[in-house]
């Protein structure tokens, strides 16, 4: 397609302002993690390493990090099972109520995040009567986490057809050997995408995690948020920050790679 020079010009520069708005925030995050002074402020007054030895020190900060591995893994194992279930469901059978279904399944992910928080706290405490812990973590995180494995794998499920898995049929394999050697190869990229994706999105969840978190968990959004003001931590909040910045980087990365069309994956 021919482009005029004037459009090509406002196309580059429309570009170079849209990525400057996206990162040039977190440029300043992790530009602030070196600076000497322990506030926010910008340009740094000068380059120091001293508060990523802190961090690595920060008791708080390492009890955060693992409580946010422990949610986003449970919640990722939990997605996955229930996400693929429902995706096969959906994708590969008709029954009545099949839109409705896929609706329901779907609709936590636009739902407020307050919205979920206050619904999974009432379930928990007034229904249930079930005290807060690291599994009401796990579980309010799956309920939005089943959404992108759902997604990915319909996706996947959807380009794929079901050609293979009838000719399986065909030959007589079981429908375990037919999961085990046509459809789980085939849904590979997929499941470790959608858990790529689903363990990023678990592990930087604030709002929900709020209301269903005891005051003794803490995972290091909470951390974060609890000691951005103030002042002696300031500069161990900018090197936490940093490091979960250049972190996501890889989940997102290797999902990518691995959701892309068939001429450019491996899978």
Not at 121 to 148: K, Y
Not at 187 to 209: M, N
């Amino acid at each position: 397609m021919f482009l005029s020079a004037r459009t090509r010009l406002v196309l580059r520069v429309t570009t170079i302002l849209g990525f400057a708005f996206l990162y040039v925030p977190l440029i300043i995050v992790v530009l602030n993690a070196f600076d000497e002074s322990r506030t926010f402020a910008f340009p740094p007054s000068g380059f120091t390493t001293k508060w990523w030895h802190l961090a690595l020190d920060n008791d708080g900060a390492r009890e955060g990090l693992v409580n946010s591995v422990k949610a986003g893994l449970g919640a990722t194992a939990i997605a996955l099972l229930l996400g693929t279930m429902a995706a096969f469901a959906v994708q590969r059978y008709r029954f009545f109520g099949h839109s409705t279904v896929s609706f329901l399944v779907i609709l936590p992910i636009a739902l407020p995040g307050i919205v979920t928080g206050i619904a999974l706290q009432n379930a928990f405490h007034s229904v249930l009567s079930i005290a807060p812990s690291i599994w009401t973590i796990i579980i309010g995180h799956a309920t939005f986490c089943v959404v992108i494995v759902f997604n990915n794998v319909q996706a996947r499920l959807r380009r794929s057809g079901s050609s293979l898995e009838q000719a399986s049929a065909d030959l007589g394999a079981t429908g375990w050997q037919t999961f085990r050697y046509v459809k789980l190869p085939n849904l590979r990229g997929a499941f470790v995408a959608a858990a790529l994706l689903a363990f990023g999105l678990s592990f930087d969840e604030i709002v929900v995690t709020n209301f269903t978190a005891p005051a003794a968990i803490q995972t290091l959004p909470l951390w974060i948020f609890g000691n951005l003001f103030r002042p002696n931590q300031a500069p161990i909040v900018n090197v936490v920050a940093a490091v979960l910045i250049v972190l996501a980087v890889v989940p997102v990365w290797l999902a990518q790679r691995l959701t892309e069309d068939a001429a450019g994956s491996r899978f």
